[in-house]
RNA sequence: GUGAGCGUAGCUCAGUUGGUUAGAGCACCGCGUUGUGGUCGCGGGGGUCGGGGGUUCGAAUCCCCUCGCUCACCCCA
C-alpha cells in the first residue's frame, strides 16, 4: 500500500516549509505593526455556521462530516463566519474597533487548479466597530504594506476598488430592479470573460435597454486611476449619479484616505470588481498581478450587515482575506520568493572535531546550545576536516569550530569565519564559554 | 460536476516498428588523501515503468478501466 497525500494538499518538506513560513512571518509581522491582534478558532465548526451566510447551496463546496453525536460538522473554508461568532459572543466586552488578524488554514472541496487548492493558508484582516472609511482605506495600506514586505510593488500588483452600493445606485438608475440585482451583480462580474452578443442577450433578460447596456459596459470596463484630481467627477458624470449621492461621497472619501495614506499609486478604481454576491456592503476591492495573470491575490470590503446575521449587535466591519497560493505564484513569477537557503535557519556554528576527543565536542556543543547558540555536529565516522569543513558549509553555519588536540593541554579550538576563511583560536575553558556563546550567538543583519 | 494534456529512480529525462537481468545526469549515503570548504576518484542504496484488467509466445511500449498531476470551464466565501 502506498500512501500519498490527498488531491490538492502539500506537503511542507523543510525547503517548502521556509518558504512557507517567509510568507507567515511577514503576515504576522505586518499585521503587528499596522497594530492587528492575532486570533484562531476551531478548525471545524457546525455546518450550520456555513450556511447561515452563504445558503445550503455552499454544502457541496466544504468538507463536513457527522461526529458521534449526529451534529453535522464542517471544516472551516472560510474564517469569517468563525470572526463573526465570536465577535457576536462577547460584542459588548470588546474594546472598539477590534483590530484582529489571523492566519488560518482553509479547506475547500474544489477541484484543484492553477492558484487553487483543497487546502491552504489565508491571511485575515478585520476591523470591526467603526464605519469611518479610515477604517476601509487602513485595511488596504495593510494590505498594500504586505506587498512591500516581500518587494511588490504598483508595478506587479494593482489594488482594484469598487464600492457596492455606488454600483447598485447606479444599474438602479439604467433600470435594474431589486430583483434583477443580483443577476446584474452576476454579469458585471462576468464581463470581462463573455463574448459580446452573449452580454447584450443576458443584458436585455435583467431589463436593460440599448443604451443602458452601452453604459453598463462602459463604466464595466474602464479603470481609473486614484491619485488624479477629479476622476471621481468624471466617473461620476458617466455614472449618471447625483453629485450628493451618499455612497458617491463615501467613496470619493476613501480615496482622499488613499492618498493621505501614500498607497494611490498602487490603487485604481474598477467597478467591475464584485466579490461573489455575499454580504458585502460598502467598499469591495481585490489585489490583481498587474497583467492579469493570475486569479486575484485578495480580496474584502465593508460587511456591516454581518455581525447582525450571527446574532449580535449591529456592528461595521471591513476587511480582506489573502491566500498563500496565488500570492506565492506572483512572488515566483517575479523573482521575489527567496531560495529556501536564504530563509532557512543557519547554524551559529558547527562543532569539528579531529582527533577522537568526542565527549570533549559534544560538551562544547551542548554548552553553547545552552546558550541559546544554534550549534550543530558531524554524526559522520570520519574524521577528516576537510570533509566536515564541506559538511558545515553546506548547511551555511557561520562558523566552524575546529577542536583538535589542542583541547587537552591548552583549551583551545580554531574558530573559522566561513564566509571570510578567517581563522583564530579561541578559549574553549567553561569559564569563557559564556563569551564564545556571546560572540556566536550575535546575528549579523 | 464537465473537458483536454500528461504519469519510467527523490528531481530532470532516455528507452528503436512490442523482444533478454530497464538506463543516464543530478541528488542522497559510504569509503579514500593521518588536518582547512560546494572539487576529484571509487563504491552503494533506490524503480512491481502510477494501479488494475485485457491483447500477445512476449507489454514501459497496443487497448479498456481507475487513481493522481497539470490546465481550462462551473464556482470562487
Not at 27 to 54: A, C, H, M, T
Not at 120 to 141: H, P, R
Not at 287 to 308: C, F, P, Q, T, V
Request: aromatic share 8%; net charge negative; with cysteine.
Amino acid at each position: 500500500m502506498k500512501f500519498q497525500a490527498p488531491k490538492g494538499t502539500r506537503d511542507f518538506y523543510p525547503a517548502e516549509m521556509a518558504r512557507r513560513s517567509y510568507i507567515l512571518d511577514a503576515w504576522r509581522r505586518v499585521s503587528q505593526r499596522n497594530g492587528f491582534e492575532q486570533v484562531d478558532g476551531p478548525i471545524f465548526e457546525s455546518l450550520d455556521l456555513y450556511k447561515v451566510k452563504s445558503g445550503d447551496g455552499i454544502v457541496s463546496e466544504l468538507f463536513h462530516f457527522e461526529d458521534r453525536g449526529g451534529r453535522e460538522l464542517a471544516l472551516r473554508p472560510e474564517f469569517t463566519p468563525t470572526l463573526a461568532r465570536m465577535v457576536a459572543a462577547q460584542a459588548n466586552a470588546l474594546p472598539k474597533p477590534i483590530k484582529w488578524f489571523s492566519t488560518p488554514n482553509l479547506c475547500r472541496a474544489e477541484r484543484p487548479q492553477r492558484g487553487r487548492l483543497r487546502e491552504f493558508s489565508q491571511w485575515n484582516v478585520d476591523i470591526l466597530g467603526l464605519d469611518d472609511s479610515v477604517t476601509d482605506a487602513e485595511c488596504i495600506f495593510t494590505a498594500v504594506d504586505l506587498m512591500s514586505e516581500l518587494g511588490l510593488t504598483p508595478k506587479h500588483v494593482r489594488v482594484k476598488i469598487s464600492h457596492r452600493q455606488t454600483v447598485r445606485n447606479i444599474l438602479a438608475k439604467l433600470g435594474v430592479t431589486d430583483a434583477d440585482m443580483p443577476a446584474a451583480f452576476n454579469l458585471l462580474d462576468r464581463m470581462d470573460r463573455l463574448p459580446r452578443e452573449e452580454v447584450l442577450t443576458e443584458a436585455s433578460r435583467i431589463g436593460l435597454d440599448e443604451l443602458a447596456v452601452r453604459m453598463f459596459q462602459e463604466f464595466g470596463k474602464d479603470k481609473y486611476p486614484c491619485d488624479q484630481d477629479g476622476v471621481i467627477a468624471a466617473i461620476r458624470s458617466k455614472l449618471v449619479l447625483d453629485r450628493g449621492d451618499p455612497s458617491v461621497v463615501d467613496f470619493e472619501t476613501l480615496g482622499t484616505e488613499l492618498e493621505t495614506f501614500g498607497i494611490a499609486d498602487w490603487c485604481e478604481y474598477d467597478l467591475s470588481i464584485v466579490r461573489g454576491l455575499a454580504y458585502y456592503t460598502g467598499t469591495v476591492f481585490e489585489i490583481h498581478e498587474a497583467s492579469g495573470a493570475e486569479r486575484a491575490m485578495a480580496g474584502g470590503g465593508r460587511y456591516d450587515g454581518l455581525i447582525k446575521m450571527f446574532g449580535g449587535p449591529a456592528t461595521p466591519a471591513v476587511g480582506f482575506g489573502m491566500g498563500d497560493v496565488v500570492l506565492m505564484n506572483v512572488l515566483a513569477d517575479k523573482g521575489l520568493l527567496p531560495d529556501s537557503e536564504k530563509v532557512s535557519p543557519r547554524p551559529d556554528v558547527f562543532v569539528i572535531e579531529v582527533t577522537g576527543y568526542t565527549t570533549k565536542s559534544l560538551k562544547i556543543v551542548s554548552s553553547l546550545r545552552k546558550q541559546g547558540v544554534h550549534a550543530r555536529f558531524s554524526y559522520k565516522t570520519t574524521r577528516n576536516l576537510g570533509k566536515q569543513l564541506k559538511e558545515a558549509a553546506a548547511c551555511c553555519a557561520r562558523y566552524a569550530l575546529i577542536v583538535d588536540e589542542r583541547i587537552i593541554e591548552q583549551d583551545v579550538a580554531g574558530l573559522k569565519n566561513l564566509s571570510t576563511g578567517e581563522q583564530s583560536d579561541v578559549s574553549v575553558k567553561e569559564e569563557h564559554m559564556d563569551d564564545l556563546a556571546a560572540r556566536l550567538g550575535h546575528r549579523e543583519p
